[in-house]
Nanobody
Framework: QVQLVESGGGLVQAGGSLSVSCQTS????????MGWFRQAPGKEREFVAA????????YYADSVKGRFTISRDNAKNTVYLQMNNLKPEDTAVYFC????????????????WGQGTQVTVSS
């Protein structure tokens, strides 16, 4: 079964940078979409970014476009999210997800989820 494990979360000051990783295991299809979502206390889970295992197409939420970069290392079965110029409103638990596609900006498009990693941005 596919397993996703996030790492790299932590505490950072506003304006700083942080990178989180999603290590995958199991038989993940090359056609799957890999996505990053985040959820703050009292808020709904929201889309952050997505990338396919094959091809160069990436997707970003308007709130992070220009600041965050999603990338992958197929040989290591790992997806990354580089977060720059972090803001307090970026504070959330960040989740990695994998799915067959569809409306990739919605959680329902994803079948597998990691446990999440906490990212806290102080002001």
């Amino acid at each position: 079964q596919v397993q996703l494990v996030e790492s790299g979360g932590g505490l950072v000051q506003a304006g700083g940078s942080l990178s989180v990783s999603c290590q995958t295991s199991g038989r993940t299809s090359n056609t799957y979409v890999m996505g990053w979502f985040r959820q703050a206390p009292g808020k709904e889970r929201e889309f952050v970014a997505a990338i396919r295992w094959s091809g160069d197409t990436t997707y970003y939420a308007d709130s992070v476009k220009g600041r965050f970069t999603i990338s992958r290392d197929n040989a290591k079965n790992t997806v990354y999210l580089q977060m720059n110029n972090l803001k307090p409103e970026d504070t959330a638990v960040y989740f990695c997800a994998a799915g067959p596609g569809g409306v990739i900006t919605t959680p329902r498009a994803y079948t597998y989820w990691g446990q999440g990693t906490q990212v806290t941005v102080s002001s």
